[in-house]
């Protein structure tokens, strides 16, 4: 159990359709964010949010929409996706919003856009 | 902006021997934070280890350890009696040690990574 959550670990969806990807964290830390891991690529920060106010939003499409309910939760709403938008999407939390001590991940949800 | 670049696609070790993987970066900055991640097939980033900037002492854990070259702006791991387990996706990561609120203090630089292959 590594301390972050995420479900569901697989989704495939079609470009119509809606969906959700939820995070969950219950080690006490107050910054939550999202990533996006294509291969051959490094991974791109999508997301940042600290004491649950998005503090970062990295000029991604308004396909991707983010909610941070509560300290612990993350989702990130999905609509209206395109084939481009396959991959591994990555959840993580800090102690702080400096990051100091690294990010704890999560194991990702792979996501096909059919 | 900062960029991290791993120069090495793909590395193979035998078990028991040494491995170094390499990591260069770009800023302008004075004081960050530097990481290397392994992710395995499981998918997980997992911590392997953290250099704060400012200290000079190269960090070290258990068989891991990296050599922090500040000047020259490289960060390398290296990987002790290599074991099975630590076959993975290797990644370094940036981050800068701003206090300021909100914006790019928040955010973690990576590089492409490198497969490291351990070999029985």
């Known amino acids: 159990e590594t301390g972050v959550t995420q479900t569901p670990r697989h989704l495939v969806m079609g470009m119509t359709n809606k969906k959700s990807l939820k995070c969950e964290q219950h080690l006490g830390h107050n910054a939550m964010y999202w990533y996006k891991q294509s291969a051959k690529k490094p991974l791109e920060l999508m997301f940042v949010y600290s004491l649950e106010e998005r503090v970062e939003n990295n000029s991604v499409p308004s396909r991707f929409s983010p909610e941070c309910p509560n300290s612990s939760h993350l989702f990130l709403h999905l609509h209206t996706l395109q084939p481009e938008d396959s991959a591994l999407y990555l959840c993580a939390s800090s102690q702080d919003g400096t990051g100091a001590n690294g990010y704890t991940f999560g194991s990702g949800t792979r996501l096909t856009v059919v | 902006a900062q960029t991290v670049t791993q120069s090495q696609p793909e590395m193979s070790v035998q078990e028991a021997e040494t491995v170094t993987l390499s990591c260069t970066y770009d800023t302008s900055e004075s004081d960050y934070y530097l990481f290397w991640y392994k992710q395995p097939p499981s998918r997980q980033m997992i911590l392997v280890i953290r250099q704060e900037a400012y200290k000079q002492q190269n960090a070290t854990e258990n068989r891991f350890s990296v050599n922090f070259q500040k000047a020259a702006k490289s960060f390398s791991l290296k990987i002790s009696d290599s074991q099975l387990g630590d076959a993975a996706m290797y990644f370094c990561?940036?981050?800068?040690?701003?206090?300021?609120?909100?914006?790019?203090?928040?955010?973690?630089?990576f590089g492409k990574g490198t497969l490291l292959t351990v070999n029985p």
């Open positions: 990561a940036y981050r800068t040690r701003g206090l300021n609120s909100g914006g790019s203090n928040y955010k973690l630089t």
